[in-house]
C-alpha cells in the first residue's frame, strides 16, 4: 500500500464507510441466504462415485414407483404392554397416514395392519412397543421432507393417555441435527460477540475502542455470507461448519489483526498527535504483518477446497471470509481509526511520546531463553512427549452422539434398539448387479445360498432378499420339505392302490361263488321245466356278481389313474432333483431308491396287463349274460359261455391282485428310500447350504413372482439384498461387519451363474466405513498440502528456510500434544467411545492456519529487530513488544472457540475444546519459551537466505517507526 493510497483514504473516510455499509445493505438485498442454504444440503458429503451413493441409485430402479428415499419411524410404546385402544390408535393411525401418499411429501406406510404376514416385524416380542415406517419421496435434507416430518409430528399428538410415542430414523434423526446445529449457531454468535465485546473492553480500557473491530468484522461477516451463498451456485460444499467457522475465525482473526492495527495507531499517535501520519506509519510497518498472517490462513482454508471429501472441502468458505476481512481491515479499519481519532482511546488519554509498554513478563522469558535454550526444549520433549502417546486417534461416527439425548429422534431410537434391536432402523442394503438376468431358478438358487451365509455372520440378524421376502428360508423350496410332500403322497397312492386290491378280492370272491351257482344253473337246464324258478335265481345272483365285478374294475380303474399321475409326478421330482443336485447320482441311497422305483414302474406294468386281460374278461362275458337273459332256450350255450369268462375273470383277478400288492410294496420302498434321502439331506451339517430346488412353476406363482418384483429388477439384472444387522449401526462391530457381508457375497457367487455379479453396499453402516477411510486418507493429503503452504508463505515473509522449518514443526507437535490432551478427556475421563471423527481435521486446521498467526507477529518483529551478531536482543525486543499482543490475541481466538462448546454439538463441543487448549498452549509454552530458545539456538542460521539484508534496510525503517 502507498503512501499516497493511504492518505486518500484517511481524506475519504467517510466515503470508504459508507461504501462498506451499500455493500453490506447489497449482499443481504441480493445475494442468497447461507442458512437456507445450509439447511438443505446433505451433510455427510460422501463422494458421489462411492459405493454406497452408487447402490443408493441402483436400488432406486428396482421399483421407482414404491422406493423411499428417506423415512421416519413411528415408535409407539407402554410400559406393561400396549392395549387394545393402543393398537386401534396405531391401525387408525396408519390408515390416515396411508391416505397421505403422493401427497406433501408423503410415499408409503408399512405396518402390521398393510401386510399381517410382517406383523413380527412391527411388533416387539414383549408387546410393549410397535413400529409404523413412513416412507417419504425427497432426501432427508429435502425442504419437502422435513415439512412432511413436521406434519406428521403434528398427527401423532392425539395419542391413547399413558402411550408413549416418538419419530426416529434417518429423517427426523437429521432434521433434529439441523436444528441442533441452528440453535447452537445463534447461541455460539451470541456468546462470541459477548466474549468479544468483554476481552476488548480489558484490552482497550475504553468503550469505543471495541467497537472499530466490531464493525469491521459484523460488516465483512455479512458480506462473506452473502459470497458463499452465492458460491455455492459454482459448486462450493457448504455445512453447519461452514457458519459456525465463519463466525469463529472471522471474530478470532479479525479480532487479532484490529488490536494489532489499534495498538500500533496509538503508539504512532503518541509520538506526535497527527492522525494522518500516525495511520501512514502503522499501515506501512503492522500492515505487511496483517497481511502475511491473513495470508497463512488464507491459503490454509483456500487449499481445503482439493480435499476429496465434501464435508473437509465446505471449510473452504472461511477462506473468502478472510480475504474479506484483510481488505476490510486494510480499508474500513484505517477509516474507522480516522474517524474515532482520539476519542477512540476514551477515557484514557493519548500524551506525546506514550507508546504501547513492553511486557515484564514476556521480556523474563526471552532472557530466560537466551540462557538456557537447550534445556528449554530437552524439558518440552520430554514432558510433553508424552502427552502425544494419549493420542489414539479414537473416533467416532455415531451422529446420535451429537445431539441432546433427550430429543425425541434419538428417544425413539433408543426405545427400538431395547425391544426390536438397532439394526432395524438403518439396515443393510446391497444391490448387486449381474450381466444376465437373475430371474431364473438358477441365479435364484445362488442368491439363497448367499442369503443363508451372510446369514450366519455373528453381527447379522436377518437377511431379506428375493428368495427370502420375510427374512427365513422358504420351506417350500428346500428338497428335505419336497421330499417329505413326495413320500406323503406315495403313502397315500399306497394306502389307495391297498385299497383298490381289497377290492378285487371281493370282486373275485364274488365271481367264484357265482360260479358255483353257473354249475347249478347247467344242470338244472337239463330238467328246464322243473328248474326255471333256480335258473332265473341264479342269474339274478350272476348280476349281482358281475355289478361286484364293475364296481372293482371302476375302483381298479380309478387307482391305477391315481397311481399313473402321482407316478410322473414322482419321477419328475426325481428329474428335478437330480438336475439341482448331480452329486446325488453317485449316493447308495439314492441308487437303492432308483431300484425300488423302477421295480415300481415293473408292477405298475403288470397293473396294466392285468387290466387288459379284465377288461376282455368283461367283454366277453357280457353277451352270455345277454344270452342267457334274451331266451332259456340257448340257456345252456350261454352259461357254458358265461362259465367260461367267470373263469378267465377270476384268472385276471388274481394276477391284478398280485400286481397290486407288488405295487404297493414298491411304493412303500420308495417312500423309505425318500425317507432316507431326507435324513441324509439333514444331517448334512452346520457347514453345508441345506438342498434347495425351485421348480418352474414355483417361478410362476403370483407370490414369489410379487418378491421378485420388489427384490429384482424388469430385466433381472439388479437385484436387492436387505442385512438387518445385530450390532448398533453407528458401532465399530457394524463397520466391520460390512466388510464381512460384502466378502460372503463374493465367495458365494464365486464359480456360479453370478459369478460376474458386481456388489455394492448402501446404509448408514456402509457409509460409516467409507467415511473412515476417505477421511482418514483426506486428512494426510490436505494436511500436507496446508503445511506446505504456509511454509511457503512463511519462506517468502521471512525470507528463510530454517525458520519456518522449526515453526512448522511446533506447529505440528502443539498439535499432537492437543489432541493427546482432548483425546484423554473426553474418552478417558468422560467415557466417550472416542472422539467425532471430523474434530482431529478440524483441531489441526485452525491451530495451524490461526496458530502460526502468533510466530509471524513475533518472527516479523524479530525480522525489523535483528542486526547482525544480535539475535538474542533482536529476540528479547520482539518478545517483550509483542507479548501482550500474542497473549491478546489468543485469549480472543480462545474466547470465540469457546463459544463453540455451547452450540449443543458434541463435534463442535470437541473442536472449540481442542482449539483453546492448542491455542493457549502454542501461545504461552511454545510462543514464550520453544520457538524463542530455537531461534536462539539456530542463531545466525536463521537468516539464511535474506535476513541480512535487513542491515541496510534498519536506518530507514527507524525513520518511520519500527513494530
Not at 462411492?50 to 443408493?56: G, H, L, Q, T, Y
Not at 457347514?687 to 421378485?708: F, M, T, V, Y
Amino acid at each position: 500500500m502507498t503512501e499516497k493510497f493511504i492518505r486518500g483514504m484517511a481524506r475519504a473516510r467517510w466515503a470508504v464507510l459508507l461504501g462498506w455499509l451499500a455493500i453490506t445493505v447489497a449482499s443481504v438485498l441480493f445475494l442468497p441466504n447461507l442458512a437456507d442454504i445450509v439447511r438443505q444440503t446433505e451433510q455427510k458429503f460422501v463422494p458421489s462415485d462411492s459405493e454406497s451413493v452408487v447402490a443408493k441409485r441402483m436400488l432406486e430402479q428396482i421399483n421407482p414407483e414404491a422406493t423411499t428415499k428417506s423415512s421416519a419411524i413411528l415408535v409407539y410404546s407402554r410400559d406393561g404392554g400396549l392395549t387394545g385402544q393402543d393398537r386401534a390408535w396405531l391401525k387408525a393411525k396408519a390408515a390416515e397416514l396411508g391416505g397421505l401418499s403422493g401427497k406433501g411429501g408423503f410415499q408409503s406406510v408399512q405396518s402390521a395392519y398393510e401386510t399381517p404376514e410382517l406383523a413380527s416385524k412391527f411388533r416387539s416380542k414383549d408387546g410393549t412397543t410397535e413400529m409404523l415406517i413412513v416412507g417419504f419421496s425427497g432426501a432427508d435434507n429435502d425442504a419437502l421432507t422435513q415439512d412432511a416430518v413436521d406434519e406428521l409430528d403434528g398427527r401423532i399428538k392425539d395419542a391413547p393417555a399413558g402411550g408413549k410415542v416418538e419419530l426416529t430414523g434417518s429423517a427426523p434423526i437429521g432434521k433434529d441435527f439441523q436444528e441442533s446445529s441452528e440453535n447452537g449457531l445463534k447461541k455460539t454468535e451470541l456468546l462470541t460477540v459477548a466474549l468479544v465485546l468483554v476481552i476488548l473492553l480489558i484490552v482497550f480500557r475504553s468503550p469505543v475502542a471495541p467497537f472499530v473491530p466490531l464493525i469491521t468484522i459484523g460488516l465483512s461477516l455479512v458480506i462473506t455470507t452473502g459470497l458463499v451463498a452465492a458460491a455455492t451456485h459454482w459448486g462450493m460444499p457448504v455445512s453447519s461448519f461452514t457458519q459456525s467457522f465463519l463466525i469463529a475465525v472471522m471474530f478470532g482473526a479479525g479480532t487479532d489483526y484490529c488490536i494489532l492495527l489499534i495498538q500500533r495507531y496509538r503508539e504512532e499517535l503518541s509520538r506526535d498527535g497527527d492522525k494522518v501520519e500516525a495511520l501512514v506509519r502503522t499501515i506501512r510497518t503492522v500492515g505487511k504483518t496483517v497481511a502475511f498472517s491473513a495470508s497463512t490462513v488464507f491459503v490454509a482454508f483456500f487449499l481445503i477446497g482439493f480435499a476429496q471429501f465434501g464435508l473437509y472441502q465446505s471449510a473452504v468458505g472461511v477462506a473468502i471470509g478472510v480475504a474479506v476481512t484483510l481488505i476490510a481491515g486494510l480499508t474500513l479499519t484505517p477509516a474507522l481509526l480516522m474517524i474515532f481519532g482520539k476519542a477512540m482511546f476514551w477515557p484514557s488519554r493519548i500524551a506525546a511520546g506514550q507508546g504501547h509498554g513492553e511486557s515484564k513478563l514476556w521480556a523474563g522469558m526471552a532472557a530466560f531463553s537466551a540462557r538456557r535454550p537447550v534445556a528449554i526444549i530437552l524439558v518440552a520433549v520430554i514432558v510433553l512427549a508424552p502427552v502425544t502417546l494419549l493420542f489414539q486417534n479414537k473416533r467416532s461416527f455415531d451422529d446420535l452422539a451429537e445431539i441432546d439425548p433427550k430429543l425425541g429422534s434419538v428417544q425413539g431410537f433408543r426405545q427400538v434398539e431395547r425391544t426390536f434391536g438397532s439394526g432395524e432402523v438403518f439396515p443393510l442394503s446391497i444391490a448387486v448387479s449381474s450381466p444376465d438376468s437373475m430371474r431364473n431358478p438358477a441365479a435364484l438358487a445362488v442368491m439363497e445360498t448367499a442369503s443363508a451365509n451372510v446369514a450366519k455372520l455373528g453381527g447379522v440378524k436377518e437377511v431379506r432378499s428375493a428368495v427370502r421376502p420375510l427374512g427365513a428360508q422358504l420351506a417350500d423350496l428346500t428338497v428335505s420339505d419336497q421330499l417329505t410332500k413326495t413320500s406323503e403322497a406315495i403313502e397315500q397312492l399306497k394306502d389307495g392302490v391297498d385299497r383298490v386290491a381289497g377290492g378285487l378280492k371281493e370282486a373275485e370272491t364274488s365271481v367264484s361263488g357265482g360260479r358255483g351257482d353257473v354249475d347249478q344253473l347247467t344242470s338244472g337246464l337239463r330238467t328246464m321245466a322243473a328248474k326255471t324258478k333256480d335258473a332265473q335265481s341264479g342269474l339274478n345272483q350272476i348280476r349281482g356278481g358281475l355289478r361286484q365285478a364293475s364296481q372293482g374294475a371302476e375302483q381298479l380303474e380309478g387307482g391305477l389313474a391315481q397311481s399313473a399321475s402321482v407316478s410322473a409326478s414322482m419321477s419328475a421330482d426325481f428329474h428335478a432333483l437330480l438336475k439341482a443336485h448331480p452329486e446325488l447320482k453317485d449316493d447308495a441311497a439314492m441308487q437303492r431308491l432308483l431300484g425300488k422305483q423302477q421295480g415300481l414302474s415293473g408292477g405298475l406294468n403288470e397293473l396294466k396287463g392285468g387290466a387288459n386281460r379284465l377288461s376282455s374278461s368283461f367283454s366277453r362275458l357280457t353277451p352270455g349274460v345277454s344270452q342267457a337273459a334274451s331266451g332259456l332256450g340257448q340257456l345252456a350255450a350261454g352259461q357254458t359261455a358265461a362259465a367260461d369268462g367267470v373263469a378267465k375273470l377270476g384268472g385276471g383277478l388274481t394276477e391284478l391282485t398280485g400286481g397290486l400288492q407288488s405295487g404297493a410294496k414298491g411304493l412303500g420302498d420308495v417312500s423309505a428310500g425318500l425317507t432316507q434321502v431326507k435324513e441324509a439331506q439333514q444331517s448334512i451339517g452346520d457347514s453345508q447350504i441345506p438342498g434347495w430346488n425351485l421348480p418352474q412353476s414355483a417361478l410362476d406363482s403370483p407370490e414369489l413372482r410379487q418378491a421378485l418384483d420388489y427384490y429384482i429388477s424388469k430385466d433381472g439384472k439388479t437385484a436387492k439384498f436387505d442385512v438387518v444387522l445385530a450390532v448398533n449401526p453407528y458401532s465399530p462391530e457394524a463397520q466391520d461387519t460390512v466388510g464381512q457381508v460384502r466378502d460372503a457375497l463374493a465367495h458365494s457367487f464365486g464359480g456360479t451363474v453370478l459369478k460376474d455379479a458386481k456388489v455394492y453396499v448402501s446404509g448408514t453402516s456402509a457409509q460409516i466405513t467409507e467415511l473412515k477411510a476417505i477421511s482418514k486418507s483426506d486428512f494426510m493429503r490436505t494436511g500436507a498440502f496446508v503445511l506446505i503452504g504456509i511454509f511457503i508463505v512463511l519462506m517468502l515473509m521471512l525470507r528463510s528456510i530454517v525458520a519456518p522449518l522449526y515453526l512448522l514443526l511446533s506447529l505440528g507437535f502443539n498439535f499432537l500434544v492437543t489432541m493427546g490432551i482432548v483425546e484423554f478427556v473426553f474418552v478417558r475421563l468422560l467415557g466417550k467411545e472416542g472422539l467425532s471423527w471430523s474434530a482431529s481435521f478440524f483441531i489441526f486446521l485452525i491451530i495451524v492456519a490461526l496458530g502460526v498467526d502468533y510466530s509471524i507477529f513475533l518472527m516479523a518483529r524479530f525480522k525489523e529487530e535483528y542486526r547482525p551478531g544480535g539475535v538474542r536482543d533482536a529476540m528479547a525486543k520482539a518478545m517483550s513488544t509483542t507479548g501482550g499482543v500474542i497473549v491478546s490475541a489468543a485469549v480472543i481466538m480462545g474466547g470465540t472457540f469457546a463459544a463453540l462448546m455451547m452450540s449443543g454439538v458434541n463435534t463442535l463441543l470437541q473442536i472449540g475444546a481442542g482449539i483453546v487448549v492448542g491455542l493457549i498452549l502454542y501461545a504461552f509454552v511454545f510462543m514464550g519459551l520453544v520457538v524463542p530458545a530455537l531461534a536462539n539456538l539456530f542463531g545466525e542460521a536463521n537468516f539464511i537466505s535474506g535476513f541480512a539484508r535487513n542491515k541496510e534496510k534498519a536506518p530507514k525503517l527507524k525513520e518511520v517507526g519500527d513494530t
